[in-house]
């Protein structure tokens, strides 16, 4: 069972746009998300997060938007620049009924054109 | 400042051998997390760790596959009798462990190829 789903496998911009990367979830007790961004051979590099309490937190180019009642958060990169093509990954965690661990989405693609 | 170190880079193994992984957290972070990357996919939670004590190990294959956090030195992940399918990348991570909502921060990875 996928409880966290990118429904958008690659994503293509112009630089200088903005992107626009979804999340949806299905478990009510996720209570933190957070994006990560993963270069080739590289590991996965945090980007930002957001509490279940909130519904945007915002840093830099990078809005994260949740919407608990529709279980969709989205990530905004605004301007996008071709140093932001790599794979987003959105996770979520249920910290206060089950510690820790991350439940990734499979991934989306971005590729900045010039 | 380090941050998460893992090592080898790059394993190559025989089909039955043993594969050990190492992971050196972030300095001043106590809670240990791996996970596992198979091609094409997403990142898949395996085992969280403290200090000695395993706390979460309901992603780790039930044959195989076990994972240690000493007192002193690195979390170990260790693959005995490795096979072809046990091919992926597996990444290691750290937390503070402060409670509440806490990020983990993600080591280059290692990857593993069965041969």
């Known amino acids: 069972d996928q409880q966290v789903k990118q429904n958008s496998p690659s994503l293509s911009v112009q630089e200088g746009r903005i992107s626009i990367l979804n999340c949806d979830y299905t478990?009510?007790?996720?209570?933190?998300f957070l994006w990560y961004k993963k270069y080739p051979a590289e590991g996965p590099t945090f980007l930002i997060s957001i509490s279940s309490i909130k519904d945007k937190n915002e840093d830099g180019r990078f809005t994260v938007f949740l919407n608990k009642s529709a279980k969709h958060l989205s990530l905004h990169i605004v301007p996008s620049q071709p140093g932001d093509s790599a794979v987003y990954f959105c996770?979520?965690?249920?910290?206060?009924?089950?510690?820790?661990?991350?439940?990734f989405g499979g991934g989306t693609r971005v590729l900045v054109k010039p | 400042n380090a941050g998460v170190m893992q090592n080898p880079r790059h394993l190559v193994r025989r089909r039955g051998q043993e594969a050990r992984l190492r992971c050196s957290p972030m300095k001043g972070h106590s809670h240990v997390y791996w996970y596992r990357q198979l091609p094409e996919e997403g990142l898949k939670f395996m085992v969280y760790l403290q200090k000695e004590n395993i706390i979460d190990e309901s992603g780790m294959p039930k044959e195989r596959f076990s994972a240690e956090f000493p007192k002193e030195g690195p979390s170990i992940l260790r693959i005995q009798q490795v096979v072809r399918g046990d091919s992926a990348a597996y990444f290691c991570?750290?937390?503070?462990?402060?409670?509440?909502?806490?990020?983990?921060?993600f080591g280059p990875g290692t990857r593993l190829t069965v041969l």
């Open positions: 478990n009510s007790m996720f209570d933190y």
């Open positions: 996770a979520a965690s249920a910290n206060k009924a089950a510690g820790n661990k991350l439940t």
């Open positions: 991570a750290s937390s503070p462990g402060q409670g509440g909502l806490d990020t983990q921060y």
